[in-house]
């Protein structure tokens, strides 16, 4: 069997280079990121932390920054179950298509079983979405996650 790997591509009415700011500066992630700030220096090799008060951080280690084409990362997650899963990559392909750019999140490198992979296959979507939704309309996305929704859902029953 193979190893899972996640890949969503979409389409956003910007600039490559608008585009990239958004990815790698923390005033833009917190808008749309739900919260979590990136912090890095962007040098191959330094460390990159998404952080967010009272939440698990997600940290690793720039692998590749090619503003703004390309910019990958390994993705460490705190959260508790995961905690002991060897690290994975993200990876960000940017291409200018007229005014608009086509951005493909390629997450891979995970073990079978992941319970990261389970995580950021619901994570990933709205992530993005939210990021689409910034840079199209200036403001980021208001959705609960799968979990605060499902607490939300049984309160009400």
Aim: charged share 25%.
């Amino acid at each position: 069997m193979s190893k899972p790997e996640f890949v969503h591509t979409t389409y956003i009415e910007t600039s490559a280079e608008k585009l990239w700011q958004a990815l790698t500066d923390g005033d833009f992630t917190e808008r749309y990121w739900f919260g979590y700030r990136v912090a890095a220096d962007w040098e191959i090799g330094s460390p990159y932390k998404f952080a967010k008060p009272g939440a698990n951080s997600i940290e690793g280690k720039v692998l590749t920054f090619d503003p703004p084409r390309r910019l990958a990362y390994s993705w460490n997650s705190s959260s508790p179950d995961a905690k002991h899963e060897r690290p994975s990559r993200v990876t960000f392909d940017l291409e200018p298509r007229g005014k608009v750019v086509k951005l493909t999140v390629t997450h891979d490198g995970f073990d079978e079983g992941s319970k990261t992979f389970r995580d950021i296959s619901g994570g990933w979507p709205m992530v993005i979405a939210s990021l689409k939704s910034l840079l199209e309309t200036g403001h980021g996305l208001n959705i609960d996650p799968p979990s605060a929704a499902a607490a939300k859902e049984n309160a009400h029953a």
